[in-house]
């Protein structure tokens, strides 16, 4: 079978198109399993360590035991169809982790975006960014202090006081 194979030129073609199909699928389906593997249990990881977050429907006063307050909003960038979320977070916040790719600490009241809303905006460390709300279309411009490691979330990072200033 082998020889009748070979000899047949247009046999052979077939086949090894067909082996080259096949090896192509299957080189593909393992780099989609292990990258869906290292989102599951890596990537997520790199977001923060909540594990409920509560929205409230009006504005409380009282004083917050188990957990942290923090402003958030939706903002969108002028020529792309991805929005963002900006976040407020207080200083030395215990469920937002921001590490950087530089390696350097982040400083409360500065702007730090995430690896997946640079690349997805092509901002890098040190640019201006300028986005809008959506419902009041004001623009703000801010300067990216640095990027933070987390390919999972489009987002910006601020202090309390910056995000509610912006919102």
Known sequence: KIRGLLLNPGRTIIACLGLMIAGTSLIAGFVMKDSCEYIIEKGLENAGSYQYQYYFTSPRSEEIEDGEPFVSGTFEVEGSDVSFGLSGIEEDSKFVNLNTVSGNDAEYGGYYMTMAAATTYGVEAGDKFTFFN??????????????????????????????????
């Not at 009041?136 to 933070?148: A, G, L």
């Open 134 to 167: 959506p419902a009041t279309m004001e623009k703000t411009t801010v300067t990216v202090s640095d990027i933070i490691d987390d390919n999972t979330q489009v987002a910006l990072y601020t202090s309390l006081d910056n995000a509610a200033e912006i919102l």
